[in-house]
Each structure stands twice: as C-alpha cells, then as structure tokens.
C-alpha cells in the first residue's frame, strides 16, 4: 500500500522531518540525520482480547513505552514484564502438557479399541 492509500487505515498519510529552525516541515529524506523524524497516520483502536495473550501484549506495549518516556519506577516496570512472560510461557507450556497427555491417554486408548474392534 502506498503512503497517501485512503483505503487502508493504518497506511500512513505522510512522512515528514520536523526543522526545529522552520515552522514548515520539508519532506522526508534520510541524508538528513539531524532532524527528527514525525510520522503522521490514522491508528485504529482496537480493544484486545481477554485473556493471556491480550494481558502480555498490553503489559509490554504499556510498560515499555512509560519506560522509553522514563516515566515511573523501572524496578516496578521490569518486574511487571517478567512477572506476564513468566505467566505467558506457563500457560503455554501447560498447553502443551494437556495436549500431550490428551494424545497420551485418550486418543491412543480409542485408537486400541478401535483396532481390536475392527480386527474381529
């Protein structure tokens, strides 16, 4: 999708450096190191999902932004994000124990019981 591409939402309208000596804006270009770089564009709120995954995205995005901006404690920032990874890889990992113990326990019983029963 282009730049100025109405039909996408999330496509960003234009791209421009900000010149703290102007109050123009000259268009991009990126010989010009020194100045800094504002990107304008229609982001869509969209609520997240409840449940873990949701939490991990939102605890991340949130966390690391007031952490890049400096603001709060970084102690408290930090060990809020170990503290929803942790929670996210357990969740996972016992996922994926159900799983097994479901192929384990119920499918290769029904399997054996549908041999024997075909055999006869």
């Known amino acids: 999708a282009a730049d100025g591409d109405e039909r996408?939402?999330?496509?960003?309208?234009?791209?421009?450096?900000?010149?703290?000596?102007s109050?123009?804006?000259?268009e991009?270009?990126?010989?010009?190191?020194?100045?800094s770089i504002t990107l304008t564009g229609k982001w869509p709120n969209?609520?997240?999902?409840?449940?873990?995954f949701g939490m991990t995205i939102?605890?991340?995005?949130?966390?690391f932004y007031f952490l890049s901006r400096g603001r709060g404690t970084a102690c408290n920032r930090y060990s809020r994000i170990m503290t929803t990874m942790f929670l996210l890889?357990?969740?996972?990992?016992?996922?994926?124990?159900?799983?097994?113990?479901?192929?384990h326990?119920?499918?290769a019983r029904?399997?054996?019981?549908?041999?024997i029963a075909y055999d006869a």
Do not use: W
Request: net charge negative; with cysteine.
């Open 110 to 115: 029904a399997v054996h019981d549908i041999r």
């Open 46 to 52: 969209m609520p997240l999902e409840q449940d873990t």
């Open 58 to 63: 939102g605890c991340l995005v949130r966390d």
């Open 89 to 103: 890889v357990l969740c996972v990992s016992l996922q994926i124990f159900l799983l097994i113990q479901v192929k």
């Open 23 to 26: 109050p123009e804006s000259t």
């Open 8 to 21: 996408n939402p999330i496509a960003f309208r234009r791209r421009r450096l900000v010149d703290p000596e």
């Open 28 to 35: 991009y270009s990126e010989r010009e190191e020194s100045k």
């Open 105 to 107: 326990f119920v499918c």
